[in-house]
């Protein structure tokens, strides 16, 4: 099996749609030797900052010397991103053969009745390869949720860590802050320990406390009074976090406080016995990039790519956008998927824009460019509708001037289809 042929297959189950429940997963790691109890985890939940967070803690850990693993979703250029070793992605041969293997046990559970979904395959993949790599740690972001979420099937991880939680696939999760965060605390394992990120609403701190106090659980918050920031430039911020400087490539608060969280996280691994430096967290840090998250692709004209898609990240990118880029005229270019809660995005990130070209994005949940254009004129009355991605965003290109700051946003989908020409222009 060749790369694209492994990662073609993996795609042919997205027909079996989202179907949360570890029956399946049980399943299929129980025929591939269930790989997952080889590997000390990190379980990283949450419905903002997933991302980031878990790659500063991978970061992290391999500076502190420990083979890490990484498995992150979703991907923006190249579907190897999802599963990473030593910061580096799977290699297209190991990709090959970890997939051949599942689809191999895939076809043995659905002559049985059971058809894992798309997810559950590029889980059980990720198991095997930090199995044969053989990993000392693993971080493991969420996919959906978290109770029922594949990645769920582990045993005890080293530490359970929650980041900010909001409104996200509530007809799935949930129509509430409490009923997502119940979901979210599911990963939250008997007699070990969780760290929290430091601003969460009431609603969804209580829940987080009451989980871990029914878990027996040690709960870390990161106390911001021992928090410094610094300079926060488009480039990133610099900030010292109870006495460990570092700057931090990422821009806006939001991911210093995902920084704090990282952190107390690996420190929570000391009392597991598991030693990591104060350098090896700055160093850690300090290396972290990740594509589409108020991704800086040029400061001149400035020209910023993110994927982010719910309310959350809404408000996030508008405190971003009136830090960094006051005074500028903001071209918008968006595209939101159908079954998002686009109305609420709109409201918080179409006024900022001067000018709002809708496009959608080369998916079948993908809203209409013309349906996306029409509600963002609720918010912001200088809107149209540019159905190709490329298109829309080469036409954004051509009426930059240096007083203009181009904002790509909206979806994932959206930025691994233009990504390229935005660092290319």
Excluded: W
Aim: proline letters at 3%.
């Amino acid at each position: 099996m060749e790369c694209s042929e492994a990662i073609e297959y993996i795609h042919s189950l997205e027909k079996f749609g989202i179907n949360p429940g570890l029956e399946r997963i049980k399943a299929l790691c129980d025929i591939l030797g269930n790989p997952q109890d080889k590997v000390k985890f990190i379980h990283v939940a949450g419905t903002n900052g997933k991302g980031s967070t878990s790659t500063m803690i991978s970061n992290i850990l391999i500076k502190s010397g420990y083979k890490t693993g990484l498995f992150i979703s979703p991907y923006v250029a190249d579907f190897r991103e999802r599963i990473q070793f030593n910061g580096k992605m799977i290699e297209k041969d190991e990709l090959s053969e970890c997939v051949s293997e599942v689809r191999s046990a895939i076809e043995t559970l659905s002559a049985r009745g059971l058809q894992p979904t798309e997810f559950e395959a590029i889980t059980a993949a990720a198991f095997l390869y930090f199995e044969k790599k053989k990993c000392d740690f693993a971080v493991l972001e969420v996919g959906l949720g978290g109770r029922l979420d594949s990645t769920n099937v582990i045993k005890s991880p080293c530490v359970s860590v929650i980041t900010k939680i909001s409104l996200d696939h509530t007809a799935i999760l949930g129509d509430t802050v409490e009923k997502i965060a119940a979901e979210k605390c599911g990963i939250i394992k008997d007699s070990s320990q969780t760290v929290a990120y430091p601003f969460q609403d009431e609603e969804a701190l209580q829940v987080i406390e009451k989980t871990c106090e029914k878990r027996n659980n040690r709960l870390v918050i990161p106390d911001t009074g021992r928090l410094t920031v610094g300079e926060e430039k488009l480039e990133g911020t610099s900030a010292a976090y109870d006495g460990i400087d570092f700057i931090l490539p990422l821009a806006g608060r939001h991911m210093i406080y995902n920084a704090c969280t990282a952190i107390e996280a690996v420190r929570s691994l000391s009392r597991l016995g598991i030693s990591v430096s104060d350098k090896a967290i700055s160093e850690g840090i300090e290396s972290t990039t990740m594509p589409a998250r108020s991704e800086l692709i040029k400061k001149n004209p400035v020209i910023i790519l993110d994927g982010g898609h719910n309310e959350g990240c809404a408000e996030v990118l508008a405190d971003f956008v009136a830090k960094h880029l006051s005074g500028k005229k903001i071209i918008t270019v968006c595209s939101m998927m159908a079954d998002k809660d686009y109305l609420s995005y709109l409201r918080i990130v179409a006024p900022l824009a001067s000018e709002f070209i809708a496009a959608k994005a080369a998916n079948p949940r993908a809203l209409d460019a013309q349906s996306l254009s029409d509600s963002a004129k609720k918010f912001c009355k200088n809107c149209r509708a540019i159905s190709d991605p490329v298109t829309a965003v080469k036409t954004a290109l051509d009426e930059l001037t240096e007083n203009c700051a181009l904002l790509v946003c909206g979806s994932f989908y959206l930025a691994g289809e233009v990504r390229k020409i935005l660092l290319d222009f």
